[in-house]
C-alpha cells in the first residue's frame, strides 16, 4: 500500500542495531521557544544523524521553549539519565538566551569570561565592519572548566564541559553554525572517547516502481538471518512521491567486514531491483542523467509544458551541465509550441496540445532547434482544473527524440499540482537515463 | 548581522505571549527510531502550531525510538507532568510499533478488539483491491474506553484517551494521515475542553533588504510597550537566503481586539518597510507577481540563463500561470541566445554573455518572439567555478523590458550554485512585481 511522503519505515524485522543494548545514553535538547509554535527543528537530526556514523545512538531527543524552570528540569533529569547531554540554542546575546545561565545553575559551574574569546569576539565584528553591542559580551563567558568548541561564522562559540563523568555539550542554535561545529569538534571529541564501533550507510534510490511492488520484490533480502560477526544490519524504507530510498546500514567493530556486507548487500538489492535503482548515496537523478551525457559526450535540449521548466531547473541544479545542456523552451502558449518548437497547427487542433503526438513533435523540434544529440519533452494536465477539453488532471505525455529513436509515453499520476509537476519531470528525466547510449 | 537561513530568532524583548504562565501543561512525543539517525521530524512542529492557534502551548516535544523500556519511562514522566500527552507514531501493524501495547500498560487500559473498527478496516483494503493481511488486525484495537480518531487515508485510527483527568491522544505518524486527524478532530476537541484564548497570526514577508537593517527599521514597533486589554503580543523573524518573514502573533479572548492589534500592527511595519513588503501569509513572490499580472491582464516572457529555469518553475507553480505566462527560454548556450532571443553575435563578443548588454538583448528578444508585455532575462555565473573570463561566481544582470521601459540591474550575491539560483530568480522576480504598470 502506497505509503506517506517522508515517513521512514523501518521495513526491517530485524532491526538489530537498534535494538542492541544501548550502553551509552545520549539525549539531545533542543532550546527555543519557536519549536514549539511550529518551527520544525532540523538540529537533533543533524546530530543524531553524525553521532549514529560512529555508533552512538540518542536515546531521546527532546525541545524545550526558552523558559528557565522548564529547561533547569529538563536538563537535571537528562543528565540524570545520561552520559552525554548535547544542548543546541539559546546561546545568543539576548536576555532569552538562557543556556549558559540554565546549565551553569544545574551544574554549578560559574560562568567566567574568557579573555581570549573575548578578543575573538570582538575580532569577528571588526571584520564585518559591524560594530560590537555591550550584549555580546554574555557569548564570552565560558562554564568554569569547559573546552571551548570554535564558531568560525557565528558569535556564540560553543562549549564541552565534563561533570562527574557526564558530558554536557552546548552548540548554538544555527544549523550554519552549528553543523561545522558538530562535524569538526564534537563527533571527533566523542569519537575519541566513546566510539561504540562504526556505522556505514549505503543509500539506493529508485524511481518508477510502486513501493509494495519493491517491499515485495526486497522481502526475501530483509527476512534473511544473517551471520555477521560483530555486525548489526538494519534496514529502511523511505517512500517519496517521486520514488522510494533503500537504506542499509551496517554497524560493527571492523571495518572490512561491514564493507564487505555493504557490498553484499547492495549486489542482492540490484539482482532483484536492476534499473530501477538510478542512483546511490548524494547521487540526483539530474546528475546521474548529466553523468551519462558527459561521459558519452551527448547533448540534451528540453521542451517543457506541464512541467513549466522544472526539468531544466534541475538539469542546471548540476555544475557543468552547462556542457551538455543547451537549451530549454517552456512554452506555455500554443503559440510557443509553433513558433519555437514547429508543432504544427493542424496537430495541434487535431490531438490537442495535451497529446502524444504534440508531445513527439515537440521533442523533435526542441532538438532540431538547437541541433542537440536528444530532445525531450512534457505535455500534460498539472491540474488544480482539469483541461476544458475534459482531459483529466494527471495525464502527461512525454517524448524523447533522437537521431535514431522516436519515444512517447503515456502516464497518469494523482495528487497536487506540485507534486503532478515532480513526477512528470522525475518520470522524463528517467526515460533520458534509460535512453542514452 | 546576516542570521542563518531558517532559524527563526524572536526578536521579541517582550515575548509576552510565551512567557505567560502555563495554566496546562501539554506535551509531545514522537514515537520512531528514525527519527533518532536523522530523519528530520515534521509531526511535532505541525500539532504545536495547530495548538497554538487555540491558544494552548506546549511544555515539550520528545522524540523516542521504538523501544518499549525507554517509551514507558517517556510516557510515565509525561502523564504525570501534563495535563494533555499527544502521542505520534507507532500505530503500524508490525511488532516494533509499539505505542499501543505501551500506552496500555502505562494507563492500565485494556485493549479491545473493536468490530466496527474492523470492519472499516477491511473495508479500507476492498477499496483499494489489496489483501488484508492478519497483521493488520491488531489496527483495530482500542483502548478500553477511547474515543476513536478516524483515518480515512491510512490503516491506523488515532485515539484519545481520558485517563485521571488527563488525555492521552494518539496519532499515527505518516504526516498525510496524521494532519487531517489532528485538524479534524483533535483540534476541536481539545478546542471544546480546554481553549485557552484565541491566536492570531500574521506573516509579512520581504525580499531585498538584509535582516541588520529590517531588524533596525522595525525595532522601535518591537520595543514599544503596549497596553492591550487580556493579549498579548510576540514578534518574530525568521531569515531566508531570499528574504526576511516577520511574524506577528496576538493571543486574547476577545477576537475583535486580537484583530485590531494585528491590523495596526501591520500598519506600522508597512508604514517603515514599505514594497520591501511583497505579499502576507500563503502568498508567495510568484503568486504576487501573478495576481498582478492578471489584473492588469499584461502577459510575460522569460528568457533565464545562471536561473536554468528556476523562475519559469516557479511561475508555473502557480494555478492560472498559463493565463498570462507564454513562454521561457533557458539558453544554456550562446547558439540558444543567438537563436532565439536574437542576441546579437557582436554583443557577445564584445561584452560577454553574463553583461548588461546581454542581459538586455535577452529580455528584448523573449518578449518580441512571443510578443508579450513583459520580457525578463537573467545571465550570471551560478559557481560553483567562476566563468572563464574571469567574471566571479554569484555576478549577475536581470533585465526587464516593456513597450516603455528597459532595465538592467546589477547583483553580486553569494551561497551555493542552488542559493545563487534562488536568489537571482527571488531577484527578478521582486523586479517585476515592482514594475508591472
Not at 514549539?36 to 560512529?54: D, P, Q, R
Not at 521542451?303 to 522544472?310: D, P, Q
Amino acid at each position: 500500500m502506497p505509503r506517506a511522503i517522508n515517513r521512514c519505515i523501518t521495513t526491517s524485522e530485524i532491526v538489530r542495531w537498534w535494538d542492541s543494548e544501548i550502553v551509552m545514553h545520549i539525549e539531545i535538547v533542543c532550546v527555543g521557544s519557536e519549536l514549539l509554535i511550529g518551527f520544525v527543528n532540523t538540529n537533533g537530526a543533524f546530530v543524531s544523524e553524525k553521532l549514529a556514523t560512529i555508533g552512538l545512538k540518542v536515546a531521546r531527543e527532546i525541545s524545550v521553549g526558552d523558559d528557565s524552570a522548564e529547561l533547569i528540569s529538563v536538563l537535571e533529569e537528562s543528565l540524570r539519565r545520561s552520559d552525554v547531554v548535547i544542548v543546541t540554542g539559546g546561546l545568543g546575546p539576548t536576555f532569552d538566551d538562557i543556556t549558559r545561565n540554565v546549565v551553569s545553575k544545574v551544574t554549578g559551574k560559574k560562568l567566567v569570561l574568557n579573555k581570549e574569546q573575548l578578543k575573538i569576539l570582538k575580532d569577528f565584528f571588526v571584520n564585518r565592519n559591524y560594530k560590537m553591542s555591550k550584549t555580546n559580551e554574555v557569548q564570552a563567558y565560558i562554564l568554569d572548566g569547559a573546552e571551548i568548541i570554535p564558531n568560525n561564522l557565528g558569535t556564540a562559540p560553543g562549549q564541552i564541559l565534563e561533570v562527574a563523568n557526564k558530558f554536557i555539550v552546548l552548540l548554538p542554535g544555527p544549523p550554519r553554525e552549528l553543523k561545522p561545529m558538530t562535524e569538526n569538534t564534537v563527533i571527533p571529541f566523542l569519537k575519541e572517547r566513546f566510539e561504540k564501533g562504526l556505522l556505514k550507510v549505503k543509500v539506493l534510490h529508485t524511481t518508477g516502481m510502486a513501493e509494495s511492488t519493491i517491499d515485495e520484490k526486497i522481502r526475501k533480502i530483509i527476512d534473511t538471518e544473517r551471520e555477521l560477526e560483530g555486525s548489526e544490519i538494519t534496514f529502511s524504507i523511505l517512500a517519496k512521491h517521486t520514488g522510494v530510498d533503500l537504506k542499509i546500514l551496517v554497524s560493527g567493530d571492523d571495518e572490512m567486514i561491514i564493507d564487505e556486507a555493504i557490498q553484499k548487500l547492495k549486489k542482492e538489492f540490484y539482482d532483484v531491483l536492476g534499473d530501477v535503482i538510478y542512483g546511490e548515496d548524494n547521487q540526483t537523478l539530474e546528475s546521474v542523467v548529466g553523468d551519462i551525457l558527459m561521459k558519452k559526450r551527448k547533448t540534451l535540449a528540453v521542451a517543457e509544458s506541464c512541467t513549466g521548466g522544472l526539468i531544466a531547473h534541475r538539469i542546471t541544479n548540476v555544475a557543468g551541465s552547462s556542457l551538455y545542456f543547451k537549451q530549454g523552451v517552456v512554452s506555455y502558449s500554443e503559440m510557443s509550441k509553433k513558433k519555437i518548437l514547429d508543432v504544427k497547427e493542424e496537430t495541434l487542433n487535431k490531438f490537442g496540445a495535451v497529446s502524444e503526438q504534440v508531445a513527439l513533435e515537440m521533442a523533435e523540434g526542441v532538438k532540431a532547434n538547437i541541433n542537440a544529440d536528444y530532445g525531450i519533452s512534457t505535455t500534460g494536465i498539472a491540474g488544480p482544473k482539469s483541461s476544458s477539453t475534459g482531459k483529466p488532471i494527471g495525464l502527461a505525455f512525454i517524448s524523447l527524440v533522437s537521431n535514431n529513436k522516436k519515444i512517447v509515453k503515456q502516464f497518469n499520476f494523482t495528487g497536487s499540482r506540485a507534486e503532478i509537476k515532480d513526477k512528470i519531470a522525475t518520470a522524463a528525466l528517467d526515460i533520458l537515463r534509460k535512453n542514452i547510449i
